[in-house]
């Protein structure tokens, strides 16, 4: 039962231009969300996170949504650089517990 | 500050076979949970320990067991060795359990089973 999905596996972005990864949840419970990047040989890092009772939060060039109602959230890169090449992973948490639950991961690939 | 580290790197077991996987949690940092990380997966939860008391498990069998010692350094145990445990083996600690305290990952222990 995949509680979060990431249904894009690969994603191509021309340098400069802004990057949207997409991330869709089943369980109504969850009301905390992150992102990680994880470059290959490394741990994942953390990137950016979201409460439930916000609707977007950012931080530099890396903007989150929330869509509640939809259970779907988004991840946008402005403007997006080669450096930003890597695999992201969104997560999701239900309050009180640390157990995060991720996605499968999206290959972002940024093009010069 | 140091930050999270894990050892070894790479490790290759038989089926049947035990393995302990080690895992350095960042300074300061009194939790520390373990994931699975399948190949083109995302990681799974497999445990949390908090103040060497297991705190949270996943959907895994009882042959993985872990230990939290009281440098709040860690150990993930597997025993009888199937070949669908090899992944990648991902610690994370944070300064506290609650869902707002980040998580900070190392680096994998990359384990094959044949």
């Known amino acids: 039962d995949q509680q979060v999905k990431q249904n894009s596996p690969s994603l191509s972005v021309q340098e400069g231009r802004i990057s949207i990864l997409n991330c869709d949840y089943t369980n109504s419970m969850f009301d905390y969300f992150l992102w990680y990047k994880k470059y290959p040989a490394e741990g994942p890092t953390f990137l950016i996170s979201?409460?439930?009772?916000?609707d977007k939060n950012e931080d530099g060039r890396f903007t989150v949504f929330l869509n509640k109602s939809a259970k779907h959230l988004s991840l946008h890169i402005v403007p997006s650089q080669p450096g930003d090449s890597a695999v992201y992973f969104c997560?999701?948490?239900?309050?009180?517990?640390?157990?995060?639950?991720f996605g499968q991961g999206t290959r972002l690939t940024i093009n010069p | 500050e140091t930050g999270v580290t894990q050892s070894p790197t790479h490790l290759i077991k038989t089926r049947g076979q035990q393995v302990t996987l080690r895992c350095s949690s960042q300074s300061g940092h009194n939790t520390v949970s373990w994931y699975q990380q399948a190949l083109g997966q995302g990681p799974q939860f497999i445990f949390q320990y908090y103040r060497e008391e297991e705190n949270g498990r996943g959907n895994f069998p009882p042959r993985f067991s872990g230990l939290q010692f009281p440098n709040y350094s860690s150990e993930l145990n597997v025993n009888a060795l199937e070949l669908d445990d090899s992944a990648l083996y991902l610690c994370?600690?944070?300064?506290?359990?609650?869902?707002?305290?980040?998580?900070?990952f190392g680096p994998g222990t990359r384990l094959t089973v044949l």
């Open positions: 979201i409460s439930s009772i916000k």
């Open positions: 994370a600690s944070s300064l506290g359990q609650t869902s707002t305290d980040t998580q900070y």
């Open positions: 997560a999701a948490q239900i309050q009180g517990a640390q157990k995060l639950v």
